[in-house]
């Protein structure tokens, strides 16, 4: 199998557990080794009191593109931190893109750009995982 092949089957297996990820309306739009793109339309129903799109929502579509299960190993988070540089906007197609930084041992560190339709940035978001015990699929 593949390095992408496996990152494939590792999203698969996870989507089809993350019920959180499709009720917001988050689409997997590719996965690769180390790598995830996630996309999210903001709906009313993403708004906060502001009528702009809650940090929250940002927040988790950054998380859920978080790529560290890609392997094939039961990965949560660590921790995470994100910085919003612009508000996203009802109606904004935001797309969060996943890269693994560095992976040592059971830890990894993974950024993510979250922009819109427009390429404006609209927060980054860098996640620390841990390799916990179990694998996602049998090989």
């Excluded at 992408?4 to 309306?25: H, Q, V, Y």
């Excluded at 009802?90 to 979250?114: F, K, M, P, Q, W």
Aim: aromatic content about 6%; hydrophobic content about 35%; glycine content about 10%.
């Amino acid at each position: 199998m593949t390095p992408k092949e496996r990152a494939e089957r590792s999203a698969e297996a996870m989507w089809a557990g993350d019920k959180a990820s499709a009720w917001l309306g988050m689409r997997i739009d590719r996965v690769d080794e180390g790598t995830a793109t996630l996309s999210l339309t903001v709906e009313k129903h993403h708004t906060n009191g502001h009528g702009i799109c809650h940090g929250g929502i940002t927040f988790s579509l950054a998380d859920s593109a978080f790529a560290c299960n890609s392997r094939n190993q039961n990965t949560v988070a660590q921790h995470n931190t994100i910085t919003y540089a612009a508000p996203a906007r009802l109606g904004d197609r935001l797309t969060a893109v996943a890269r693994e930084v560095g992976l040592t041992g059971r830890n990894g560190i993974y950024d993510v750009t979250v922009r819109n339709q427009d390429g404006v940035t609209i927060a980054e978001f860098r996640g620390c995982s841990r390799t916990v015990q179990g694998a996602l699929f049998e090989e």
